[in-house]
């Protein structure tokens, strides 16, 4: 579809989209393995993903609300330290959204399926990913920017290779980068073995 030329180099960018493909239905295929599946073939050179650091894509209500509550009243907290009052109020209203979502609907319905990072990490490395390591100038540069840019009590951290975004001691945001695993081609001794056999 993209008619992407052998030539090109493939990068993709995912800002808080992927949770939203994690609704599972029985009756067809899991629209985040599709999609992993068709970025997997445009073998991407690199892939960054950032998602809310939360676990709301859980089919019991009680442990989804409870982590809700953490998670939300964390964001709120942090939203009260920022100066900027429009975005503020912009802010609140989608989380607010967000909430509404998480808290009151069941099903394919349920669109807001925040994972945490580990789960990510699972979920990519199945899919035919290797995680790709930030590196220090990229810790650097965002607690820089963070010094410049926003309130106290916000901090970076490096996670294995990925950065988060956190209020105090909670995690809020992550940000991870992935390669495509290029597919063995077969070697001239494993085709001589094969042939062998038969």
Known sequence: MLQVSSKEVVAINSTMQLHRLLVSDPTRASPIDIVLGWIRS??????????????????????????????????????????????????????EREISNVVCCEGLARVERH???????????????????????????????????SAQGYHVEENEGCLTLGWHSRPLIAASAWQAISEPSPSFGSISHHNNVL
């Open 42 to 95: 445009l073998n991407p050179k690199i892939m960054t993903v950032v998602e809310q650091e939360a676990n709301h894509n859980q089919p019991e209500f009680l442990n989804r609300f409870t982590e809700a509550l953490y998670y939300y009243s964390t964001m709120f907290d942090s939203l009260e330290a920022c100066s900027a009052q429009p975005e503020k109020a912009f802010a609140e209203m989608y989380i």
């Open 115 to 149: 994972e945490p990072l580990a789960k990510w990490r699972a979920r990519l490395g199945e899919a035919g990913f290797r995680p790709l390591h930030l590196g220090s100038n990229a810790f650097k540069q965002a607690s820089m920017l963070l010094t410049l840019f």
